[in-house]
Nanobody, 124 residues
Framework: QVQLVESGGGLVQAGGSLRLSCAASGRTFSSTSLGWFRQAPGKERECVASIRWNGNTYYADSVKGRFTISRDNAKNTVYLQMNSLKPEDTAAYYC??????????????????WGQGTQVTVSS
């Protein structure tokens, strides 16, 4: 059974930093894409950042230059370093893993496995 477990969320002041981690178990994802999504109340889930098996990355325009996604295949873990946080970054953050590699890797439909989510709250 595949499980994705996020950690690292919390409350931070604007301008601060957080590092999210997502550890996968049940299978390895070294050859497929991993992603971080977020969902604020009343809004659709959106891709914040994703990373392909070869290291190619995607970032939403709203986080470019502030967030960095990385992966450690030996640990079957994906990370999201978030700097210069803004109140509009407040949301539940979810990690996602693709069951197989595709050409696309930034849509909800590109991923089969999801974590339970971790809350990030940025105060002004």
């Amino acid at each position: 059974q595949v499980q994705l477990v996020e950690s690292g969320g919390g409350l931070v002041q604007a301008g601060g930093s957080l590092r999210l981690s997502c550890a996968a178990s049940g299978r390895t994802f070294s050859s497929t894409s991993l992603g971080w999504f977020r969902q604020a109340p009343g809004k659709e889930r959106e891709c914040v950042a994703s990373i392909r098996w070869n290291g190619n990355t995607y970032y939403a325009d709203s986080v470019k230059g502030r967030f960095t996604i990385s992966r450690d295949n030996a640990k079957n873990t994906v990370y999201l370093q978030m700097n210069s946080l803004k109140p509009e970054d407040t949301a539940a953050y979810y990690c996602a893993a693709a069951a197989y590699e595709r050409n696309r890797y930034s849509a909800v439909s590109d991923y089969e496995y999801w974590g339970q989510g971790t809350q990030v709250t940025v105060s002004s």
